[in-house]
């Protein structure tokens, strides 16, 4: 599975659309982009993933580059809940058993 | 629809006690996982099962053992704590085909004295 890589911490006003990046130049034909958040003291919780065309559900988008080798997930209007560290991962269909969780995003939500 | 439920939340051994850390879906998900997560080491494998009666190692197994009998329920058994496994203890379930994303549960919180 591809390696990720996602600047250890942004701030973001409440209110405000919050954009992370993600850089997975690494990635094959077959690998899906997925992105987690951990708020503090709790499991990972699942936000949203995508093969090559933009997603959009209730919790974010998901916007990815043509060439796939990047992407940025947007919260489009941040709330005091949204402070945490969010994961950007790569996997294939067939890929490793396990989900590899980098360093991660550490968002903080400014009131 | 509970997701992933891990029980108990919180514990406290004694080096040497054994325990099983339970964990259950209601998703009929084939796949289950289970990961520890110490600080600033991120999430670590330590065994996972593709369904009921089959199982495999992670990248952590030693000092835990798993049985999947049914397809909802993946315990974690500790056979002799030891403070070394100290750590905060999540569940994950899938479907195992396709691209479905790994639901967590909440953790279980386990300290060895």
């Known amino acids: 599975d591809a390696k990720t890589t996602q600047p250890p911490s942004m701030d973001c006003a409440e209110g405000r659309a919050a954009n992370l990046p993600c850089n997975h130049s690494t990635i094959s034909g077959n690998e899906y982009v997925y992105w987690y958040r951990q708020i503090h003291s709790q499991g990972p919780q699942y936000i949203i993933h995508?093969?090559?065309n933009n997603e959009t559900n209730e919790m974010a988008s998901l916007i990815i580059t043509e060439d796939r080798k990047s992407s940025t997930l947007i919260l489009p209007h941040a709330t005091l809940r949204d402070t945490a560290v969010y994961y950007c991962i790569v996997r294939g269909i067939q890929g490793a058993q396990k989900l590899v969780f980098g360093q991660g995003t550490r968002l903080t939500i400014n009131p | 629809n509970a997701g992933v439920t891990q029980t108990p939340k919180f514990q406290v051994l004694k080096t040497g006690q054994s325990m099983t850390l339970q964990c259950a879906q209601d998703?009929?998900?084939?796949?289950m996982s289970w990961y520890r997560q110490d600080p600033g080491m991120g999430l670590r494998l330590i065994h996972y099962?593709?369904?009921?009666?089959?199982?495999d190692q992670g990248e952590v197994p030693n000092g835990y053992n798993v049985s999947r009998s049914t397809t909802e329920d993946f315990p974690l058994r500790l056979l002799s704590a030891a403070p070394s496994q100290t750590s905060v203890y999540f569940c994950?379930?899938?479907?195992?085909?396709?691209?479905?994303?790994?639901?967590f549960g909440d953790g279980t919180r386990l300290s060895i004295l």
């Open positions: 099962s593709v369904g009921a009666g089959i199982t």
């Open positions: 995508g093969l090559k």
């Open positions: 998703m009929n998900h084939e796949y």
């Open positions: 994950a379930s899938r479907k195992q085909v396709g691209n479905q994303p790994q639901h």
